[in-house]
């Protein structure tokens, strides 16, 4: 067993290992995701001033990544953003709330329910490749776009590995 006084002194590595800079880069990117959208004309309003004023979080943003257009049931949509169904029973309640989903009969299990998109929902799934195509543009400006190929690259391996 090992104690505090023979664990090695510096322990810098916790703050810069890769985990964490990843961890860091995703926030980054999602937060700038959300700020494009708060300033997107063509997202509806109410869901921009809902962005804007920080009350769409980055969990939100699991149902806008991993709802496939034609709709999902909750388990699936759960098991797709790595999430527990409870947890993504909630997100989905308050986009049901919001107007971004809507739960319908599935016509292949009278007893389930498919999350879709509503129109305002499709909407703001718009506004959200826009800002994801406009943080990307400045992830490659900022670290060049050959740095950001790698990247891409090097995570889509790490990924699927």
């Not at 880069?25 to 997202?43: I, K, N, S, Y």
């Not at 050959?146 to 590995?161: H, N, P, R």
Request: aromatic letters at 4%; a neutral charge.
């Amino acid at each position: 067993m090992t104690d505090a006084a023979t664990f090695p002194v510096d322990d810098g590595w916790r703050q810069t290992h890769l985990g964490r800079l990843l961890g860091h880069a995703m926030r980054r990117f999602d937060q700038r995701v959300l700020q494009l959208m708060a300033h997107d004309a063509e997202v509806p309003l109410a869901l921009s001033n809902l962005a804007a004023r920080g009350q769409v979080s980055a969990a939100h943003i699991h149902i806008t990544r991993h709802l496939a257009v034609q709709g999902a049931r909750l388990q699936e949509l759960a098991e797709s953003a790595g999430m527990s169904k409870q947890a993504m029973g909630k997100l989905v309640d308050q986009c049901e709330a919001w107007g971004l989903v809507t739960r319908e009969a599935d016509g292949r299990d009278g007893r389930a329910k498919l999350v879709r998109f509503t129109p305002t929902g499709l909407a703001w799934l718009r506004g959200f490749q826009r800002a994801v195509i406009q943080a990307e543009a400045e992830l490659k400006q900022a670290v060049s776009p050959e740095v950001a190929t790698v990247i891409a690259l090097g995570l889509e391996a790490y990924a699927s590995a």
